[in-house]
Nanobody, 122 residues
Framework: QVQLTESGGGLVQPGGSLKLSCTTSTNPSRPNAMGWYRQAPGQRRELIASISWSDDKRYAGSVEGRFTISRGNAKNTIYLQMDNLEPWDTATYYC????????????????WGQGTQVIVSS
């Protein structure tokens, strides 16, 4: 299984920004499709941003225009720049490698890291 390490969460006021990081145990010179998920208490985990092996990006409607996914110089690292955060963005954020299934991104493995918690509150 591919190991996943997320970091960068914290407490931020509404309207603030955070930048999350995710590093996998895959080859840093070979890009994989990767994505950011989030899970709020009592809610199912949802994919909010994805980046393909060719760096094509997709966003969920709830974050488009506010969040930006990017890849680092090490191809096994991705980031999520989150701007104009709102209380409903409060969740635990996870990353994972992705696979394409009939034009839909799915997690490529069942394993998940510990995630990083984001709390948006005044």
């Amino acid at each position: 299984q591919v190991q996943l390490t997320e970091s960068g969460g914290g407490l931020v006021q509404p309207g603030g920004s955070l930048k999350l990081s995710c590093t996998t145990s895959t080859n840093p010179s070979r890009p994989n499709a990767m994505g950011w998920y989030r899970q709020a208490p009592g809610q199912r985990r949802e994919l909010i941003a994805s980046i393909s092996w060719s760096d094509d990006k997709r966003y969920a409607g709830s974050v488009e225009g506010r969040f930006t996914i990017s890849r680092g110089n090490a191809k096994n690292t991705i980031y999520l720049q989150m701007d104009n955060l709102e209380p409903w963005d409060t969740a635990t954020y996870y990353c994972n490698i992705l696979k394409m299934d009939v034009s839909i991104w799915l997690p490529a493995q069942d394993y998940w890291g510990q995630g990083t918690q984001v709390i948006v509150s005044s």
